[in-house]
């Protein structure tokens, strides 16, 4: 990979990683109100306890999802530092320019990431 390659890798990886704090932020922000301010709004704690329940749920599910590909995205950055990245952690062939295009954290090349999601 060339050096103006890795560069814009860098740049990718550097503003996926403001947007996924953003997310992060925002999740955790709208997921602090307590019960008790939900249960303000119109309509009372006992007619939505199951909408703010399963709001809530979901809410913490997208911020732990963020949360992991956070640490992706720090790992990839981590790989650029080191010279690795780019390098399947499994065979250590490319990963692949089109694969870290759309998924510029991918640490497995196509076939060994087919591999590993198959169980």
């Given at each position: 990979m060339t050096p103006q390659e890795l560069g814009a890798f860098h740049e990718m990886l550097d503003l996926e990683r403001k947007?996924?704090?953003?997310?992060i932020t925002s999740l955790h922000d709208n997921g602090s109100r307590g019960l008790e301010d939900e249960g303000a709004e119109s309509g009372g704690l006992g007619a939505d306890t199951?909408?703010?329940?399963?709001?809530?749920?979901l809410e913490e599910g997208l911020e732990e999802a963020a949360v992991q590909t956070l640490a992706q995205i720090d790992r990839a950055l981590e790989r650029l530092a080191e010279g690795s990245y780019?390098?399947?952690?499994r065979c250590g062939k490319p990963v692949?320019?089109?694969r870290l295009h759309v998924r510029p954290?991918?640490?497995?090349?196509i076939q060994d990431q087919?591999?590993?999601?198959?169980?």
């Open positions: 947007r996924v704090e953003g997310a199951a909408s703010i329940t399963f709001e809530r749920e780019g390098i399947c952690e692949g320019s089109e954290w991918a640490t497995l090349c087919r591999l590993a999601d198959r169980g």
